[in-house]
């Protein structure tokens, strides 16, 4: 049974940073990619970045390059998104998945998929 889990996420100030991981279990952790989305009220879930099973790959969002960065570390099975220089745009539930072939930035080739964690960024 794969199970993933979200945490991390709260209410941040604008420009301030938050650190959102994803705790899975179930399979080989190190042998799947994974991917972060998010979903805005009255938006639909949108691709956030991804990282290789290896952790050598990584693809952004262009409206959060630069300001996000994803790493994983296989030895603890465990993602993270970290979240510099928060606008309130950013604010969203932000959910982690994983896919067993390949890196994608497309929400309908992956997966499994956690509950989400909000963020919420004020102005």
């Known amino acids: 049974q794969v199970h993933v889990v979200e945490s991390g996420g709260g209410l941040v100030q604008a420009g301030g940073s938050l650190r959102l991981s994803c705790a899975a279990s179930?399979?080989?952790?190190?042998?799947?990619?994974m991917g972060w989305f998010r979903q805005a009220p009255g938006k639909d879930r949108e691709f956030v970045g991804a990282?290789?099973?290896?952790?050598?790959?990584?693809y952004y969002a262009d409206s959060v390059k630069g300001r996000f960065t994803i790493s994983r570390d296989n030895s603890k099975n465990v993602v993270y998104l970290q979240m510099n220089s928060l606008k309130p745009e950013d604010t969203a539930v932000y959910y982690c998945?994983?896919?067993?072939?390949?890196?994608?930035?497309?929400?309908?080739?992956?997966?499994?998929w956690g509950q989400g964690t909000q963020v919420t960024v004020s102005s």
């Open positions: 998945a994983v896919r067993k072939v390949g890196v994608s930035t497309r929400e309908d080739e992956y997966d499994y």
């Open positions: 179930g399979w080989i952790f190190s042998s799947y990619d």
């Open positions: 990282i290789s099973r290896s952790g050598g790959i990584t």
